[in-house]
């Protein structure tokens, strides 16, 4: 890094602007190798107060008796280009860290080369690799489903941030609830809040924003309803987006206080918030093209007019229903029924009329029948009807309830139109006989209930063989 001559700013003020607002640990060492500047971050990390770092030797933060000597000669030796290593500081209070450090030289013109450490914890880089390591583990399961997957990745974040427990939760206000929730212990308790305002994901999802606290009690959340409910020690959120709308939070709790959440640990959240996001988009995504599939499927199966199945969709059922009669010995009965007169229904109220009670038709009939009966329209004004593993006297009760029913319908055209009545043919299946052959039948007997005057149900009266 190279800094022009004349700089408007002498150099610790110019570290300062550059490096205090620095989410990593950042110390810069001058030729004598004595540490000119510090961020906050480097003295969280090393445990010393800000004024106490300067003036140090690098070397004084050495661990000498395990200090690698090149490693040493490295860190206070004039720097050419960019380097990395890793090396054993010492804090404040004699604690180990092992820390990976970048340096990189650090040209200041007039006042001389200096070098900046950039220090990273080993332990905490190895476990956020570690972190983001299972997350992709996760990810990459596609036998998992989707809650197996969210619940696994709240499982990660829990041991990772050391918390007691994890809430997803969606929507605002109103429309604010709990989908997903994780307890580390099963001895501990967590209470529900009922509404979006009594939670603090509700402070997460409002504000946008991450939001840490790793003393609760003495924060502005210890006077809020949340608190009061859930008295937490620490707590950790992160908003959860799809595209720039903010769905919901993901949420970490602890009982007790801790230390201060790192950069690093905001940055995690956010990663394990971002993949909520795309589980979430990705879901919507299936359900959209589920919803999609099923619309065609439905599309493909129904008829436009009145919502029955169509024509296609009862000659399959109709197959398979044949074919577990034969594995059953159970009768299948068909009936083809036909709406008497009408093409005088078309001529007296038009075509649109004659849709209305066609449709009329349909759902005063689909009311009548069982769940296991399946109703379709066959085409114009002729419909079937299945009735699964049902003798044909059996049948004949149904379909009598039917006749009666549409006899009183409410019918469009202000009472020019008579009585809607049908003519029904009724077939029993016989042993291997075809889907064609049985509707054949029951066909028959439908025209036969007109030719004996309409207005009746004909049963083909043929004797099985």
């Known amino acids: 890094m190279r800094v022009r001559d004349g700089a408007a700013l002498a150099p610790p003020l110019l570290f300062e602007q550059l490096f205090d607002r620095w989410s990593q640990a950042v110390v810069v060492v001058d030729g004598r190798d004595e540490i000119v500047f510090s961020n906050p971050v480097a003295s969280r ?30 860190l206070i030796k004039p720097l050419t280009h960019i380097q990395e290593l890793a090396v054993l500081l010492k804090r404040s209070d004699g604690s180990p860290l092992a820390a990976e450090i970048t340096l990189e030289p650090l040209a200041l013109g007039k006042s001389g080369n200096h070098k900046i450490l950039i220090i990273r914890e080993l ?90 606290f790793n003393d609760v009690a003495n924060s502005f959340l210890a006077k809020e309803p949340c608190y009061g409910l859930n008295p937490l020690g620490s707590f950790l959120g992160g908003p959860i987006r799809v595209g720039d709308e903010v769905i919901g939070a993901l949420c970490f709790g602890g009982i007790e206080a801790r230390a201060e959440f790192t950069p690093a640990d905001m940055r995690l959240l956010q990663v394990l918030a971002e993949w909520l996001s795309q589980e979430v988009a990705r879901d919507r995504q299936t359900q959209g093209w589920q919803q999609r599939e099923r619309l065609l499927q439905e599309q493909a199966v129904t008829d436009e007019l009145t919502g029955l199945f169509n024509r296609r969709f009862l000659q399959e059922s109709l197959q398979k229903e044949l074919r577990l009669a034969r594995q059953t010995g159970r009768e299948v009965t068909v009936a083809v029924i036909d709406c008497d007169h009408f093409k005088q229904v078309n001529d007296t109220i038009g075509h649109v009329g004659g849709d209305q009670v066609l449709k009329a038709f349909s759902e005063c009939a689909r009311k009548r029948l069982r769940r296991p009966d399946v109703l379709g329209r066959w085409g114009g004004e002729e419909f079937v009807i ?39 043919g009724v077939a029993g299946s016989r042993i291997s006989e075809s889907p064609d052959q049985l509707l054949i039948r029951a066909d028959t007997a439908m025209y036969q209930a007109k030719q004996a005057g309409r207005n009746r149900i004909e049963v083909c009266r043929q004797a099985k063989h």
């Open 45 to 74: 990390l090393l445990k010393y107060e800000q004024r106490d770092l300067q003036g140090t030797s690098l070397s004084a933060l050495m661990r000498l008796d395990r200090a690698d000597a090149l490693c040493k000669e490295t």
């Open 123 to 212: 332990d905490q880089r190895l476990a956020e690799e570690g972190l983001l390591a299972g997350l992709h583990c996760i990810n990459a399961d596609q036998v998992r489903s989707m809650p197996e997957r969210i619940d696994a990745m709240l499982e990660l974040g829990l041991q990772h941030f050391g918390m007691s427990f994890a809430v997803v939760t969606s929507g605002k206000s109103d429309q604010w609830q709990v989908n997903w929730h994780k307890l580390r212990a099963p001895g501990q308790t967590f209470v529900m809040p009922s509404n979006c305002e009594d939670s603090y994901c509700g402070y997460v999802v409002n504000s946008e924003s991450t939001l840490a």
């Open 386 to 424: 299945i009735f699964p593993q049902t003798p044909v006297a059996e049948a004949m009760i149904s379909l009598q309830r039917v006749a009666d029913a549409v006899r009183h319908l409410s019918l469009p055209g202000d009472g020019r139109l008579p009585p809607l009545t049908l003519s029904i």
